[in-house]
């Protein structure tokens, strides 16, 4: 639509004649753009194409670090989380090119081809280092108190390959009956610009009942980026300006 403004056949009736120059630079913007999806193209078609086995994490780990506290007198569980903004990112933004194996259950979720969502796997839960032992049948479960809408969370392993609802997505149980050892869940999220948030508390459980024993609530957080699409108009944008820019200089 944005285009027609620079097409100089779509005029109004008794509109003044076209004069060359007009004809001239609607043939140099045809030319911009055609060289741009050439560069797409050409980039497109340069990058190795690779089917993907795995998830990628879309970026380093991003530890949230339990620490369980027993002196003696006193149980505490505190939580630090790594000062870090993952990004929710498409595969075709990250891997462009790139496709899942079709037979992967996160093929329907993921993949450009299905309409792949943007996600991110860096977060992952961690037992603190310094942590005290726990009280044997003593253990800590996570549970998901509240999340932006449209997040959701999954199970992510491989050998076998899993991929299943978790922390309340798709009616699954908001709690994680955690193992104690580092755990990474895959988050997704519409392939759009927005800023997601998931709010958590760790609590302690004996033989799988609560003790009242819990963390203060903590909050993660991510940015979604876009399908490239968006990226490439913006580039076409940054093009037609240039070329408007020394069409007045004229
Ligand atoms: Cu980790």
Redesign the pocket.
């Known amino acids: 639509m944005w285009l027609s403004r620079f097409n100089p056949f779509n005029r109004p009736a008794g509109a003044r004649p076209l004069p060359t120059k007009e004809i001239e630079n609607h043939i140099k913007i045809k030319i911009v753009i055609v060289t741009l999806a050439a560069v797409f193209a050409l980039a497109g078609a340069t990058a190795q194409a690779t089917i993907l086995s795995t998830v990628p994490m879309q970026g380093p ?3 949230i670090g339990i620490h369980y506290m027993n002196d003696g007198l006193s149980t505490n569980i505190e939580v630090d989380i790594e000062p870090m903004l993952p990004t929710l990112t498409p595969l075709t933004l990250s891997h462009p090119g790139d496709q899942f194996d079709h037979t992967d259950p996160w093929f329907a979720d993921l993949a450009p081809s299905a309409g792949g969502a943007a996600f991110n796997r860096q977060y ?1 839960f ?1 037992l603190d280092g310094l942590s005290d032992p726990l009280p044997l049948g003593q253990g800590i479960w996570i549970r998901q108190v509240s999340a932006t809408p449209g997040l959701k969370a999954f199970t992510y392993r491989t050998s076998p390959d899993t991929w299943m609802p978790m922390f309340g997505t798709d009616g699954s149980s908001d709690t994680l009956q955690w193992n104690l050892g ?3 869940p895959a988050y997704t999220a519409p392939a759009d610009i927005g800023t997601y948030f998931a709010t958590y508390e760790a609590f302690v459980v004996d033989g799988g009942i609560p003790t009242g024993i819990m963390s203060d609530p903590f909050t993660i957080q991510w940015e979604a980026i876009p399908e490239p699409t968006t990226g490439m108009l913006t580039l076409f944008g940054v093009g037609i300006t240039a070329l408007t820019a020394r069409r007045r200089k004229h």
């Open positions: 780990m991003v530890h992952g961690v580092m755990f990474h």
